[in-house]
């Protein structure tokens, strides 16, 4: 019955590895998005794709490269990864580009 | 640059009272006004939302109050509980452009006390 979904749920790594976040959504949505949510709880758009094509894509790290398979599926990958990379990265989706946003349970990435 | 400003960060009510919580906007494009709600280790979930053609908004007990002219919202969730406390977050979004971009406030932390 889970909406949106995130795995995994927890990733602890060493700086300068490469980590994936897979995210999915059941609800049949068009468009979906990655945040990031720093220490301080601030939550920023990172990308959004509609139909796995790329529609936002904000000040990021090229080190950061998203990747949907079909319009289902968001993957987010990270290489050479940073201890500011350390975070909670939250997937959504919405039914269309202006719809209403539903996030998943995100993802805490620790970098060590 | 902070586009939406949002206050206070912390906020600690008795049950039944009513919580208050103000963002300030500078992009006058803006024109879309959700609040979201975050419990612990959850994401964020949409509480209401109003748009500019409107001064406020009711639902229950979450109300928005919309004030064009001073590019401020706020939220008003009236006779407070326990499992209101949570992290309130609030957000806009420009007309126009290729999705609907939100831009958050940096949250505050409410907690109801019993």
């Known amino acids: 019955d889970t909406a949106v979904s995130q795995t995994p749920k927890y990733l602890v790594t060493q700086m300068g590895n490469d980590k994936s976040i897979k995210c999915e959504q059941n609800l049949g949505h068009d468009t979906m998005y990655w945040y990031k949510q720093d220490s301080k709880k601030f939550l920023k758009i990172m990308f959004s794709y509609n139909n796995k094509e790329l529609i936002i894509n904000e000040t990021v790290p090229n080190r950061f490269s998203p990747k949907s398979p079909d319009k289902a599926h968001l993957n987010l990958h990270i290489n050479s990864l940073e201890l500011g990379d350390s975070a909670v990265y939250f997937c959504?989706?919405?039914?269309?580009?202006?719809?209403?946003?539903?996030f998943g349970p995100g993802t805490r990435l620790t970098v060590l | 640059q902070q586009q939406v400003k949002q206050s206070p960060q912390s906020l600690i009510v008795q049950k039944g009272g009513i919580s208050i919580i103000n963002c300030a906007y500078e992009?006058?494009?803006?024109?879309?006004f959700p609040w979201y709600q975050q419990f612990p280790g959850k994401g964020p979930a949409l509480l209401i939302a109003i748009r500019p053609d409107v001064s406020e908004k009711k639902e229950g007990r979450f109300t928005i109050s919309f004030n064009k002219s001073a590019k401020q919202f706020s939220l008003h969730i009236m006779d407070s509980q326990p499992g209101d406390s949570a992290t309130y977050f609030c957000a806009a979004s420009p007309q126009g452009g290729s999705a609907r971009q939100l831009t958050f406030g940096s949250g505050t932390q409410l907690t109801v006390l019993p």
């Open positions: 992009n006058t494009a803006f024109d879309y």
């Open positions: 959504a989706s919405s039914q269309d580009r202006r719809g209403t946003q539903y």
